[in-house]
């Protein structure tokens, strides 16, 4: 079965650490650039970072540098975010989503979404 | 950055309809222009990538058009699945961005 699960979200204080996992069934992993987005309640979708289909690349938008990591191991079909010194402003659902094309064909389309974990920071 | 603006916020339709919804963007994007459907309490789904190309199983009734910095997503026949939000999105320098979303509502 052709999925994403994502895990790890919770809540935690302000300041604190989590670092989120998204397990990939189905298709091969390795040949895929994997991508973090959220999305604040009752707000719009925000992109995080992106990580190339072998790891040796990674962006991000402007706004995660510095607090969040991307990272995967494809020998665990499992992508990863570490998020550090959190914010209340973080409280969002996560969600990690595949890229449509394969290896490093241009284009960040998204056809594939876990249904996310929801990280709440709050004291 | 590329700013993308979607308009109207809010469109109020009835079942049958022809939907039309607007994505702006702050500069020329080229080709690259993807639209998002979102039901409430689920992930984004992939309609549109490269302006006008359906992903997969997506129906007949949704088509992307436009070019430089305006974009649209129409909907010919407006079912009652398609009550939701849109998000247009496009990715170029190593950035990507999201619109602000324009919700479909029954009129």
């Known amino acids: 079965q052709v999925q994403l699960v994502e895990s790890g979200g919770g809540v935690v204080q302000p300041g604190g650490s989590l670092r989120l996992s998204c397990a990939a069934s189905g298709f091969t992993f390795s040949n895929y650039g994997m991508h973090w987005v959220r999305q604040a309640p009752g707000k719009g979708l925000e992109w995080m970072a992106v990580i190339s289909f072998e790891g040796k690349s990674q962006y991000y938008a402007d706004s995660m540098k510095g607090r969040f990591t991307i990272s995967r191991d494809n020998s665990r079909n499992t992508l990863y975010l570490q998020m550090n010194s959190l914010r209340t402003e973080d409280t969002a659902m996560y969600y990690c989503?595949?890229?449509?094309?394969?290896?490093?064909?241009?284009?960040?389309?998204?056809?594939?979404w876990g249904r996310g974990t929801l990280v709440t920071v709050s004291s | 950055e590329i700013v993308l603006t979607q308009s109207p916020a809010t469109l109020s339709l009835s079942p049958g309809e022809r939907a039309t919804l607007s994505c702006r963007a702050s500069q020329s994007v080229g080709s690259s222009l993807g639209w998002y459907q979102q039901k409430p309490g689920q992930a984004p789904r992939l309609l549109i990538y490269?302006?006008?190309n359906r992903a997969s199983g997506i129906p007949a009734r949704f088509s992307g058009s436009g070019s430089g910095t305006d974009f649209t997503l129409t909907i010919s026949s407006l079912e009652p699945e398609d009550f939701v939000l849109y998000y247009c999105q496009h990715q170029s320098n190593w950035r990507l961005s999201f619109g602000g979303g324009t919700k479909v509502d029954i009129k």
């Open positions: 989503a595949k890229e449509r094309n394969v290896k490093a064909t241009p284009g960040w389309y998204f056809d594939l």
């Open positions: 490269d302006v006008s």
